[in-house]
């Protein structure tokens, strides 16, 4: 693997305070820099002059700048993982809505183009309609929702390459997200063009990534985590999913995937730990009926608001 090193020498430009990452691996050199605020020429001139200095850095055979930038009074939180099957489309979903009961105006863009969950976990299945050019959201559970399986029909494969899948998200970001001010954006699992175009295109304030405690979903959300700090997205905390499991039956409790596990690597990581979810048959079977267990009062409802209130304090923390 070819190493990478810090890229220096640019910190005498006009724009050093848009910078939010610079690294060189090999002879390529990738610089991330936040453009909010700048219109369609004033961004252009900003990625001309961060690439003529890049360029001309020594060792530099190929200069990559991508430009970011936050909409005015909208807040997007990226919800990612690295590998499938940790139950991040779930906690979205109730995350978003034990939100929306505690007073924000929230919605939902389901990124995760080739699997996308979250018309069923809300039970919207109903296909937007578009006015100027914008895909109107479908309101379920007090939460707003722009997802690819509202478009297409269930069961139908999308044989999609990086860009169409990039420009799929596009379409669904831009929607006509009206008042909402908090979007929370279930990504697919990985680190891949997905990820890469929507900080690129619009930045989140910041990641939370979900785990199980098992060894091999900890290696891949490490990824996850590196890929967020190598762009320049605050990490907001980790949450441990599936983190023991209780018998409705005889009250024992078990860990099948292990525990712990995703607070220590929070801890190694440095990173905060948001908290933990057992695994739930209930949850399971609520989620397949479209029916959120936030959305009601008990104990699963209590989980996902500790949590929502946790994510809070740390989106304050990096505003600041």
């Known amino acids: 693997m070819t190493p990478e090193e810090p890229l220096s020498g640019l910190d005498q430009l006009p724009d050093a305070e848009r910078i939010r990452s610079k690294r060189l691996v090999g002879d390529v050199a990738t610089i ?33 700048v991508a430009l970011t930038a936050s909409k ?26 034990a939100l929306a009961r505690m007073g924000k105006k929230v919605g ?35 939460v707003k929702l ?24 596009n379409q669904l970001i831009e929607g006509d997200w009206g008042d909402t001010e ?13 990820q890469l175009s929507l900080v690129q295109k619009s930045r989140p304030a910041g990641a939370v990534i979900v785990s199980t405690p098992q060894d091999l979903s900890l290696i891949d959300a490490t990824r ?32 099948p995937f292990g525990q712990g596990g995703a607070e220590a690597s929070a801890a190694q990581l440095n990173v905060p730990f948001l908290g933990r979810l057992p695994l739930s048959a209930s949850l399971r079977e609520a989620s397949d009926a479209g029916q959120p267990p936030a959305a009601n009062e008990g104990p699963a409802a209590d989980a ?14 990096v505003a600041t």
């Open 32 to 64: 991330v820099a936040d453009a909010s605020g700048l219109d369609d020429d004033e961004r252009a001139a900003l990625e001309a002059r961060l690439r003529e200095a890049v360029a001309a850095q020594p060792g530099v055979r190929e200069a990559r």
């Open 72 to 97: 005015p009074g909208r807040t997007y939180i990226a919800i990612g993982s690295g590998k499938g099957g940790v139950g991040k489309s779930t906690l979205t979903t109730n995350l978003a809505i």
């Open 108 to 142: 939902i863009v389901d990124a995760d183009i080739y699997g996308p969950s979250q018309p069923t976990l809300l039970g919207a299945h109903e296909k937007p309609h578009a006015e100027k050019d914008k895909l109107v959201p479908i309101e379920a559970q007090g």
């Open 146 to 169: 722009l997802s690819i399986g509202q478009l297409v029909p269930a069961g139908q494969a999308l044989a999609w390459r990086g860009p169409m899948a990039s420009g799929a998200l």
């Open 182 to 194: 908090l979007i929370l954006v279930d990504l697919p699992p990985g680190t891949g063009d997905v």
């Open 224 to 255: 996850a985590i590196d890929l967020f700090g190598k762009t320049g997205v605050p990490v907001l905390g980790v949450i441990e999913n599936m983190a023991g499991y209780q018998c409705p039956h005889c009250g024992e409790s078990s860990d």
């Open 304 to 317: 996902f608001s500790a949590l929502a209130r946790r994510l809070l304090e740390e989106l304050e923390k």
